[in-house]
């Protein structure tokens, strides 16, 4: 079982689209590199993983 999993995840602030679409799983002891450049959704990818916000659409799932 994946102990993080996105599942087609979007995220708006307004009528800012920053994340469109996004999937993956990571098992616990992997590692992942998220790259892109400036403005590209990175900190607010990891925002969501914190659940620092919600998603608009979509879901993550934490530890199941």
């Known amino acids: 079982m994946a102990f993080f999993k996105v599942k ?3 995220k708006n ?3 800012n689209k920053v994340l469109k679409g ?6 616990e002891g ?3 590199a998220i790259i892109g450049s400036s403005g ?3 900190t607010t990818l990891i925002n ?5 916000y919600d998603v ?3 879901a993550v ?3 199941g």
């Open 8 to 10: 087609d995840v979007y």
């Open 13 to 15: 602030f307004g009528s």
């Open 30 to 32: 992997q590692v992942l």
């Open 22 to 27: 996004i999937d993956f799983e990571l098992d």
């Open 56 to 58: 608009t659409e979509g």
């Open 48 to 52: 969501l993983l914190m659940r620092f």
């Open 40 to 42: 590209s959704g990175k």
């Open 61 to 63: 799932y934490v530890d």
